[in-house]
Nanobody, 122 residues
Framework: QVQLVESGGGLVQAGGSLRLSCAAS????????MDWFRQAPGKEREFVAA????????DYADSVKGRFTISRDNAKNTVFLQMNSLKPEDTAVYYC???????????????WGKGTLVTVSS
């Protein structure tokens, strides 16, 4: 049974930083590209960042480019999202997802975590 468990969310002031983690089990982690998505209240779930199987390729939404960094540790079956210079508009539930293809469309994800809430106060 595949499980993706996010952690690291919380309340932070604008300009602050958070580091999200997503621990994977039940799958061959190195065979999956990993993505982060987010969903703000009343909005569609949107792509945030993706990282390839080995970590050699990354992609970001324009809204987070230069502020967020995705990384992975295949030895620990974990993917991270370092979020710096946070803004109130980054407030959302953040989800990690696994895909065997290097994709950024939510419909192409194979597995999802349950999410972790990030709240950025102004």
């Amino acid at each position: 049974q595949v499980q993706l468990v996010e952690s690291g969310g919380g309340l932070v002031q604008a300009g602050g930083s958070l580091r999200l983690s997503c621990a994977a089990s039940g799958l061959t982690f190195r065979s999956y590209a990993m993505d982060w998505f987010r969903q703000a209240p009343g909005k569609e779930r949107e792509f945030v960042a993706a990282i390839s199987w080995s970590g050699g390729r990354t992609d970001y939404a324009d809204s987070v480019k230069g502020r967020f960094t995705i990384s992975r540790d295949n030895a620990k079956n974990t993917v991270f999202l370092q979020m710096n210079s946070l803004k109130p508009e980054d407030t959302a539930v953040y989800y990690c997802a696994a895909t065997q293809l290097y994709e950024r469309a939510k419909d192409d994800m194979d597995f999802w975590g349950k999410g972790t809430l990030v709240t950025v106060s102004s």
